[in-house]
């Protein structure tokens, strides 16, 4: 076997065959000639790839590997790791897609004489992307990682280089979720206007994976420059790459912590946009004490995110724009007030955007959105701050894929683009206003929107209040209508009825239905049905990451099962659901309608029973391996007397579920009317 052959653990494997992790443990115990580890530790051995997919195949368990995930599988078992692999592929896939002719040279020859013949290619096409000295022109990959090499060419031409290099970038992310805080496609695609059309150079200091730069470089409009800078050099060189796979703009990229080693202390940027690091106590307070950036003060060494601010006003042109996503604690932290002070006195902070709990990471805070505009000494500073608060537009109890981004992103870019060129903008109750700087400058200088945009009184009056009231009638009359009629004994005895039972996997397996997995990504824009969504009996209210994957889209009679959590539920999409893509953590099993009734199908899924038998727990949470669930072999028409009951008892679900918000939303607003005098006692 070749020294550089890719390796699998029992995880991956259950992956490629598309079963549970207990069941290669039992091949490993059943089939004496299941491949033998090759490396790993006795609790957690890997496997030959190659070993794998021959057994595999022989035992009529898989096909065929998919080309995506047999290149993942080289990248993510690169001997260096799996950010080596993806640097290495994103080399390659530059050259694949800026010479492609001269790669058919090396891609036609043995590996040992492809990385020769590659190693120049290299260095002039990187060379001449981010300079010779640059760390990515120096590359020099051996024979051994010419299997990657072809294998990532081998998908650019199945996706395109740039889909390619975010396919593997989004797969190791997702690996990885604890390393990482990703800006979300939304709030990234929203700074990026929030900066203007007009920017020719950006900065990110804090670029991370590079999204924010790469929503800038989307614009119809895009700039000619980029500049990219991380602490870690890994993650700069990452973003390198993945900009210059985006387009022709110029890409300057560096690694080094931006605040103490600033790699740009002479740029003039037309904008900066940056989503940093949040409460760093250790950020460089005690050296940086006579830096010239803190031309609004010196923060306090709790005030990290106030040094960001103000290095991205240092690194801007006059006039130029910088939009910084900030936890919420900075806008009214007694320690930051001066700052704070100065920054509305000389104009500097335009507006503060609070988005709704779960717009981005960390996902229980609702963070906020600075823009600010470096001064101008020949114009005076606007006499007001615009504040924006976007939490009403998202649905109460909202998870992260919960909020009503369409709206909120509407809410706060309308605001500013208004206030923007105007000076002002018309006050929507309890979402928008300009507040007078001298409002402001209190003895705290809290900048909080909320505590500056009272919501409409009384929840819209007594008349909306009376509806409320009406419609909440009419759902507890139709829950009663309902209530399901006393429960009946199976047998006469009382004892279970027994049933001859199957299991999801095996009626896959027999084609009698389909089992597919959800992403929440792809490219299109169908709207997101999340696993909230399925809990809460409501419409798809995520979006979808913007990917090189196809959607998995619902159709009706499909049923949707969450497999983390532990909660026990299942949903039959109807006509309104239908065309949702699947979101993440959630799978969808479409039975066929010569064969299985969908209602009888959820009911059974739903059963606690049937749940407990196929659930695990992965680290802190309960997953659901869907093929191990339950259902009894019926023949179609009993199905449906089975199916006929469960939906009934789903409408009558739905009915509680309406009447408990109906009421909520009742109750909170008497209290409103009743404290803000627009509804008397009587």
Not at 2 to 9: F, G, H, L, R, S
Not at 330 to 335: D, E, P
Not at 559 to 584: E, M, Q
Request: aromatic share 4%; proline share 10%.
């Amino acid at each position: 076997m070749p020294e550089n052959t890719a390796e699998v653990t029992a995880a991956e494997i259950a992956r490629l065959a598309g079963v549970g992790r207990a069941a290669v443990s039992n091949w490993r115990r059943r089939h004496p000639d299941f491949p033998k580890p090759v490396g790993g530790t006795e609790t957690s051995p890997s496997f030959a790839l190659p070993e794998v997919e021959e057994w595999l195949r022989a035992q009529g368990k898989l096909a065929e590997v998919p080309l995506r995930e047999r290149v993942w599988q080289q990248l993510s078992g690169h001997p260096a790791g799996a950010v080596a692999g993806l640097l290495e592929a994103g080399c390659v896939l530059l050259v694949v897609r800026d010479r492609p002719t001269d790669w058919r040279a090396p891609a036609a020859v043995s590996d040992q004489r492809m990385a020769t013949l590659l190693r120049p290619l290299l260095h002039e096409v990187l060379g001449a992307r981010f300079g010779a000295g640059h760390p990515l022109a120096l590359t020099a990959p051996g024979p051994e990682a010419m299997p990657l090499a072809r294998g990532v060419a081998a998908l650019a031409a199945e996706l395109g280089a740039r889909n390619a290099f975010e396919f593997l970038l989004g797969r190791h992310l997702d690996t990885s979720p604890r390393q990482y805080t990703p800006t979300p496609p939304g709030p990234a695609e929203l700074m990026a206007q929030l900066a203007g059309p007009a920017a020719r150079t950006v900065l990110d200091p804090a670029c991370g994976t590079g999204t924010l730069l790469r929503a800038v470089r989307s614009r119809p409009q895009a700039p000619a420059t980029l500049y990219a800078q991380d602490s870690s050099p890994e993650l700069a060189a990452l973003s390198a790459l993945r900009l210059a796979l985006h387009g022709d703009a110029e890409v300057v990229a560096a690694g080094a912590d931006s605040l103490r080693s600033d790699a740009f202390p002479g740029l003039t940027a037309d904008a900066v946009l940056c989503h940093p690091p949040f409460n760093e106590r250790n950020w460089g307070h005690e050296e940086l004490a006579y830096d010239p950036r803190w031309e609004y003060g010196f923060p306090a060494r709790t005030e990290s995110e106030l040094a960001w601010v103000q290095h991205a006003l240092a690194r801007l042109r006059e006039g130029g724009t910088a939009v910084l996503l900030m936890p919420p604690a900075v806008a009214a932290r007694r320690s930051g007030r001066r700052i704070r002070a100065d920054l509305l006195r000389r104009g500097a902070l335009r507006a503060v955007a609070a988005l709704p709990a779960g717009a981005a990471p960390p996902y229980g805070i609702p963070l906020h959105l600075w823009v600010l505009r470096k001064p101008a000494p020949h114009l005076p500073p606007p006499a007001g701050l615009l504040l924006v608060d976007t939490a009403p537009l998202a649905e109460s109890g909202a998870g992260r894929e919960r909020a009503a981004w369409p709206a909120v992103h509407s809410a706060v870019l309308d605001a500013w683009e208004t206030y923007d060129r105007t000076g002002g903008t018309e006050e929507v109750p309890g979402i928008s206003r300009v507040v007078p700087v001298l409002e402001l400058l209190d003895d705290d200088v809290d900048l909080t929107p909320a505590r500056h945009l009272p919501p409409p009184a009384g929840g819209a009056g007594p008349a909306a209040l009376t509806a409320v009231r009406d419609r909440l009638d009419e759902t507890l009359t139709l829950a009663a209508r309902l209530t399901p009629p006393p429960a009946a004994p199976a047998t006469a005895d009382g004892d279970p009825a027994r049933l001859p039972l199957t299991t999801i996997g095996e009626l896959a397996r027999a084609s009698a239905l389909v089992l597919r997995t959800g992403t929440g990504s792809g490219t299109g824009s169908a709207p997101v049905l999340t696993e909230q969504d399925v809990y809460a009996g409501t419409g798809p209210s995520g979006t979808l990451a913007d990917t090189a994957d196809e959607p998995v889209l619902t159709e009706p009679g499909d049923v949707v099962v969450p497999v983390i959590g532990g909660a026990t539920t299942a949903r039959v999409i109807g006509p309104a659901t239908a065309g949702a893509a699947l979101g993440r953590n959630l799978q969808l099993l479409r039975p066929d309608p010569a064969a299985l009734d969908p209602w009888f199908l959820a009911g059974f899924l739903r059963g606690t029973a049937n749940q407990r038998q196929a659930s695990s727990y992965v680290s802190t949470a309960t997953r659901l391996d869907v093929r191990r669930l339950q259902l009894p072999r019926l023949p179609l028409a009993e199905q449906r007397r089975y199916g006929d009951r469960f939906r009934a008892l789903a409408a009558f679900e739905d009915a509680l579920r309406l009447a408990g918000r109906l009421g909520e939303q009742l109750v909170q607003g008497l209290y409103d009317g009743l404290t803000d005098g627009t509804v008397t006692p009587e």
